[in-house]
Nanobody, 129 residues
Framework: QVQLEESGGGSVQAGDSLSLSCAAS????????MGWFRQAPGKERELIAA????????YYADSVKGRFTISRDNAKKTVYLQMNSLKPEDTAVYYC??????????????????????WGQGTQVTVSS
């Protein structure tokens, strides 16, 4: 079992920055790929960033590429999401998640919700114009 707890959400103005953290507890963290998802009202939950277990590989959705940075500290069992140049369309609940076993034919980062085994409770990010 893995427990995940996000923090760092809040309300900001367009153009501001925000940093999210996700602290993990439970089983080994260093061998898990991690992802950040977000879900806006009335929309499906979408993967926006992922980092491989040893931070060698990163994935970003086009909507956040160049503005968001995902990182992790395995010693602290924490994954981060640095969000810069925030836009109103970034308003959503942000979730961190543990990638499940990578099945044949799927990408290491797994874009689907079902590709992830454990989830945090989410943290709200609101960006006003």
């Amino acid at each position: 079992q893995v427990q995940l707890e996000e923090s760092g959400g809040g309300s900001v103005q367009a153009g501001d920055s925000l940093s999210l953290s996700c602290a993990a507890s439970g089983r080994t963290f260093s061998t898990d790929h991690m992802g950040w998802f977000r879900q806006a009202p009335g929309k499906e939950r979408e993967l926006i960033a992922a980092v491989s277990s040893a931070s060698i590989r990163r994935y970003y959705a086009d909507s956040v590429k160049g503005r968001f940075t995902i990182s992790r500290d395995n010693a602290k069992k924490t994954v981060y999401l640095q969000m810069n140049s925030l836009k109103p369309e970034d308003t959503a609940v942000y979730y961190c998640a543990v990638r499940g076993p990578v099945r044949s034919g799927t990408t290491w980062y797994g874009v689907k919700v079902k590709d992830y085994s454990y989830w945090g409770q989410g943290t709200q990010v609101t960006v006003s114009s």
